[in-house]
């Protein structure tokens, strides 16, 4: 059993930064798939950024040059930089884990909420 608790969410002005992080246990972090994904009310759960176990990462278009998605294998952490945050930005960020070896099942955090507004 996975268990991802984040933290780092909050309000902060346009062109503002957030750091979040997501603490792992119950698990070998280093050989999962991490992720953050964002939900904005009435939207659809979208990818935001994953990053491989080699260290290889994804960014949506809408965040690339802007978000930064990191790990720390020896403290099971992944982290997620926001700068120059938009009012667009605004969602709960969840934070994912997945092996994608046989068997394996999705594992998501509580999510936290982003803020961006003047």
């Known amino acids: 059993q996975v268990q991802l608790v984040e933290s780092g969410g909050g309000s902060v002005q346009p062109g503002g930064s957030l750091r979040l992080s997501c603490a792992a246990s119950?698990?070998?972090?280093?050989?999962?798939?991490m992720g953050w994904y964002r939900q904005a009310p009435g939207k659809q759960r979208e990818l935001v950024a994953r990053i491989f176990s080699g260290g290889s990462t994804n960014y949506a278009d809408s965040v690339k040059g802007r978000f930064t998605i990191s790990r720390d294998n020896g403290n099971n952490t992944v982290y997620l930089q926001m700068n120059s945050l938009k009012p667009e930005d605004t969602a709960v960020y969840y934070c994912?884990?997945?092996?994608?070896?046989?068997?394996?099942?999705?594992?998501w955090g509580q999510g936290t909420q982003v803020t961006v507004s003047s």
């Open positions: 994912h884990a997945n092996s994608y070896r046989v068997g394996s099942r999705d594992y």
């Open positions: 119950g698990t070998i972090f280093s050989g999962y798939v």
